[in-house]
T-cell receptor
């Protein structure tokens, strides 16, 4: 498919475990964003990549959260020692060339921390 | 501090009538504004955008109006259809390398 894909679509984990979420952006898109949406809330910005570098990590809520992007394509968002408040839908988006252009979102990963 | 605000969490409109979704922003450096639509269990999809050099942009049933002096924009949907029922996010950015800032969203229900 030509769209943004994310895996897994659903993840249930126990408090204290680490989780890794994956995003495959649209081929050729250099900008990649991670957001999360908690129940009843809006889109919370987490991190933004331009190529492999992350010019803006200001949205990461704590040092338990990290993200990387290799080869300017696939990105992984890692949450260490998960807490119940980490439960949310994690959305990835990509856009072409310059960061501000129209973003195309993936379907999201629903994370539930028990 | 919320730079993009959507003060109405929800809106209910009769089918065939106009839906008006409002958005306010605080950063005068914002240069480009977007609206996204989100259905449950799906990622947001781009709907319409407007550059700060314009005050109106129209695409079919959707029109976005921008009032820079008031730092206010609105999305008009006319006529509203039941399939328009979704959460609508207003978003804004500065330069083309800046991140996009999203508002909290307004949930629109179009009643048949």
């Amino acid at each position: 498919g030509a769209g943004v894909s994310q895996s897994p679509s659903n993840k249930v984990t126990e408090k204290g475990k680490d989780v890794e979420l994956r995003c495959d952006p649209i081929s050729g898109h250099t900008a990649l964003y991670w957001y999360r949406q908690s129940l009843g809330q809006g889109l919370e910005f987490l991190i933004y990549f331009q190529g492999n570098s992350a010019p803006d990590k200001s949205g990461l809520p704590s040092d338990r959260f990290s993200a990387e992007r290799t080869g300017g394509s696939v990105s992984t968002l890692t949450i260490q020692r998960t807490q119940q408040e980490d439960s949310a839908v994690y959305l990835c988006a990509s856009s072409s060339t310059r960061g501000g252009d129209t973003q195309y979102f993936g379907p999201g990963t629903r994370l539930t921390v028990l | 501090d919320q730079q993009v605000k959507q003060n109405s969490p929800s809106l209910s409109v009769q089918e065939g009538r106009i839906s008006i979704l409002n958005c306010d922003y605080t950063n005068s450096m914002f240069d480009y504004f977007l609206w996204y639509k989100k259905y449950p269990a799906e990622g947001p999809t781009f709907l319409i955008s407007i550059s700060s050099i314009k005050d109106k942009n129209e695409d079919g049933r959707f029109t976005v109006f921008l009032n820079k002096s008031a730092k206010h924009l609105s999305l008009h949907i006319v006529p509203s259809q039941p399939g328009d029922s979704a959460v609508y996010f207003c978003a804004a950015r500065g330069t083309s390398y800046d991140k996009v800032i999203f508002g909290p969203g307004t949930s629109l229900s179009v009643i048949p």
